[in-house]
C-alpha cells in the first residue's frame, strides 16, 4: 500500500471509558459530500493545497444532499486524542496513517508521519518508509484503514488532489480489497470526518465521528 507512512511500530491501546477526554471538540462539516474537480492522478505521493497567502479555500465546486445515513469513522479514544495534539502542535501542514486490525473497521492506533515534507500549502509523504513499517504490522494483524492530515484555516474539506490521491489508492492492485478510505481533515482546531468509496470515487462523503 504505497500511499501511507508509518514511521513507528504502534503498542496495543485499550478502549477507555467514556466520555473521552473532552480537550479537542469535534463536529459534522456543514455539508454531507461533495464533487470535486477532476484531477488524474500522478506518481507523486503530494496532496496539494491552494495557498492561504495569496488564494482563499473555495467551496466544494458541487454540493449535495446525501439521502443514505452518513458513514462512520469509528476510532478508540486514544488514537483520536494522539491525532489532535499531534497536528494542533505543528505550524505547516501534517499528518499520519490510521490503523486497526484487519477485518474491522475501528481505528486503533495514528501513526503520525513524522520524515514527511510539509509547507503551508502541501504534504507530502514518506511513502517508502510507510511501506517499511506496513509490512510488519501486517504479519501483525493489522491494516491501513486511511490518512488523516491538517489543512490551512478556513480548509475544512478534502482537495481535488487529495481526492486524486485516494484515487490512485484504489488504483493500486495491492488495494484491491480496500472497500473504504477513510480521510479526516484537521482544520481549525477540529476534526472533520470524510470517507470515500471506490465504488463512488469522484465523491468525498461526509461521516460521523463515533469515539469509544
Not at 501511507?4 to 479537542?24: I, M, S, T, V
Not at 459534522?28 to 496532496?47: A, G, H
Not at 478508540?76 to 501542514?93: G, K, T
Amino acid at each position: 500500500m504505497a500511499p501511507f507512512l508509518f514511521r513507528q511500530f504502534p503498542e496495543l491501546l485499550q478502549c477507555g471509558a467514556f466520555p473521552f477526554d473532552p480537550e479537542f471538540p469535534f463536529g459534522l462539516p456543514p455539508y454531507d459530500l461533495f464533487s470535486p474537480d477532476d484531477e488524474l492522478p500522478d506518481d507523486n505521493p503530494r496532496i496539494p493545497h491552494a495557498s492561504t497567502s495569496d488564494q482563499k479555500c473555495d467551496d466544494p465546486p458541487k454540493v449535495a444532499t446525501w439521502s443514505r445515513p452518513l458513514p462512520s469513522i469509528r476510532m478508540l479514544q486514544a488514537p483520536y486524542l494522539d491525532i489532535m495534539r499531534h497536528l494542533a502542535s505543528v505550524p505547516h501542514e501534517a499528518g499520519g496513517a490510521l490503523i486497526g486490525l484487519k477485518g474491522s473497521p475501528v481505528v486503533t492506533h495514528y501513526v503520525p508521519d513524522k520524515n514527511g515534507k510539509a509547507t503551508a500549502a502541501s504534504f507530502t509523504l514518506d511513502a517508502a518508509g510507510l511501506n517499511r513499517v506496513l509490512k510488519r504490522m501486517l504479519e501483525c494483524g493489522l491494516d491501513c484503514k486511511g490518512l488523516v492530515h491538517s489543512h490551512p484555516p478556513g480548509c475544512g474539506q478534502p482537495s481535488s488532489g487529495d481526492l486524486a490521491y485516494v484515487r490512485k489508492s484504489f488504483a493500486n492492485e495491492k488495494n484491491k480489497d480496500l472497500k473504504e478510505f477513510l480521510l479526516p481533515i484537521f482544520c481549525d482546531g477540529i476534526l472533520i470526518p470524510y470517507v470515500v468509496r471506490p465504488h463512488e470515487q469522484r465523491v468525498v462523503q461526509a461521516a460521523q465521528l463515533i469515539l469509544f
